[in-house]
């Protein structure tokens, strides 16, 4: 018989200061992030993908080139930094200490709060407008916030329990609804977009990357309960690119044979024979993503708060979710929302998996409260991010203006060949490899990974 304090132990830990236990699976993490990869957002992101700058489009060939290129890259780059959070057992934010030091690693910290929240809310009204095309709006909108955010803030109170439950009960759900779609779909003909042009392929592969990598500072508060780091790199490769690519994919299909009108995308859907039913299973299984972005949001806070019950703050953030998703109903900025967790998250990437994998991660990775503040590596991430805004400032006026004039005056003007998140991973491994390779100091051996105050 399994007693309260074993049940305890199969879930998350209270503290920040306690042990992981690990108990997921190859199984367990292909499953969360199958259904992670999978979401409502997804179809109507492949938007951004047929046509980024709203007015050329890319071929067929092109738009599906650029989402299997994307997700495949941006799946890797959540690997690096889960495979670390599987080694040290530490949640994503509390990795950082050990890479900027415990104070500096503030910043990145309120930097994934505001995207965690910004997501969170956008997942919560996805769900609403879901909901919406399945009742034709018989149904209150705030009703569905509401119980979205409920369902979404128990998940993340119990989120160990929430991936079991995903690999047990939602994925086979999922899987057999996404299949009937793909079959009932592709039954009818899939007219080819008009104005078609492959200068925009590099920014598309660029929105489907920045999905991917949206969830870079999220990895590893899953992934640490991994039982080893193989196990979190490869079920993450595989389960998210499995199922972001087949969801883009199915999305494309539905844009173009509503005629190209993106609002129209879950008619598509609910227009097959009994469409209403699996589209009812995919816009309830879309309250694991809103799930986990509270629950991340949580563990970001508890960097700064490592001695606050997550469960509490669990519960304050998803109340402020559901606050904040009361009044919204459209998507206009989710195309600049990308644009900005790409400039920040993947040069951010880039100088963690460096640095922790040829660098300081060999010698000894300080998680201590303690850590000292390593501010040079302040550095690469800065020219990552200022590469990424050279190469694609979003269309923000006064800021993409900015960016312009900085191009003139610096003679960079990215055409067909540019893409703003490889150039700027580069740029930023580089830079840190450079760090690495000239900033090397002897020391006495490895550190102890300890989240405590040393």
């Known amino acids: 018989m399994t007693t309260a304090a074993s049940q305890d132990r199969r879930e998350a830990p209270l503290v920040l200061d306690t042990e992981p236990p690990r108990t997921l699976g190859f199984v367990d993490q292909g499953a969360f992030w199958l ?50 959070g599987a080694r040290t057992g530490a949640p994503a934010m509390a990795v950082l200490r050990g890479l900027f030091g415990t104070k500096l690693s503030y910043l990145p910290t309120v930097a994934n709060i505001v995207q965690c929240i910004g997501w969170g809310v956008y997942e919560l009204t996805v769900i609403a407008l879901g909901v919406s095309a399945l009742t034709h709006d018989r149904v209150p909108h705030w009703i569905v916030i509401i119980a979205a955010g409920v369902l979404s803030t128990a998940m993340a109170i119990w989120p160990l329990n929430s991936v079991r439950a995903l690999r047990k009960y939602v994925s086979v759900a999922v899987a057999i609804a996404m299949i009937y779609f793909t ?103 879309e309250s694991d993503q809103s799930f986990a972005n509270i629950y991340s949001t949580a563990m970001s806070i508890q960097n700064l708060l490592p001695r606050v019950d997550r469960r509490l703050l669990a519960g304050l953030v998803g109340l402020a979710v559901t606050l904040l998703a009361l009044p919204v109903r459209d998507f206009s900025s989710y195309a600049n929302f990308l644009v900005l967790i790409g400039s920040v998250f993947v040069p951010l990437c880039a100088v963690l998996i ?28 800065a020219a990552g991010f200022v590469t990424y805004q050279l190469f694609n400032p979003g269309s923000i006026s006064w800021w993409a203006n900015f960016w312009t004039k900085v191009q003139d005056t610096v003679h960079i003007h990215p055409g067909w060949w540019s893409s703003a998140s490889l150039f700027a991973f580069l740029i930023a491994a580089a830079l840190t490899g450079l760090l690495v390779r000239f900033g090397r100091q002897p020391v006495a051996g490895p550190q102890p990974v300890d989240l405590r105050k040393g």
């Open 35 to 84: 259904n992670i990869g999978i979401s409502l957002i997804g179809f109507s992101g492949a938007a951004v993908v047929l046509s980024p700058d709203g007015k050329s489009h890319l071929p067929i060939a092109g738009a599906i080139l650029a989402t299997v290129l994307g997700t495949v890259i941006g799946a890797a780059m959540v690997a690096g930094p889960g495979a670390i």
């Open 183 to 285: 079959v009932q779909l592709l039954r009818q003909p899939v007219p080819a977009p008009t104005d078609t042009s492959w200068s925009q392929f590099w920014p598309a592969v660029d929105s489907t990357l920045a999905v991917s990598i949206s969830f870079v500072p999220l990895a590893a508060d899953y992934t640490r309960h991994s039982r080893s780091p193989r196990t979190a790199a490869g079920a993450t490769v595989l389960g998210y690119s499995v199922a972001q690519i087949w969801c883009y994919l199915l999305g494309i299909i539905a844009i173009l044979q509503a005629g190209g009108d993106s609002t129209k995308i879950f008619d598509t859907f609910l227009g097959v024979a009994a469409g209403w039913l699996f589209f009812a299973v995919l816009v309830l299984r």
């Open 354 to 381: 460096v640095d922790y994998y040829f660098g300081r991660g060999r010698r000894g990775w300080d998680l201590t409260e303690t850590a000292p503040t390593r501010l040079i590596m302040l550095l690469p991430w």
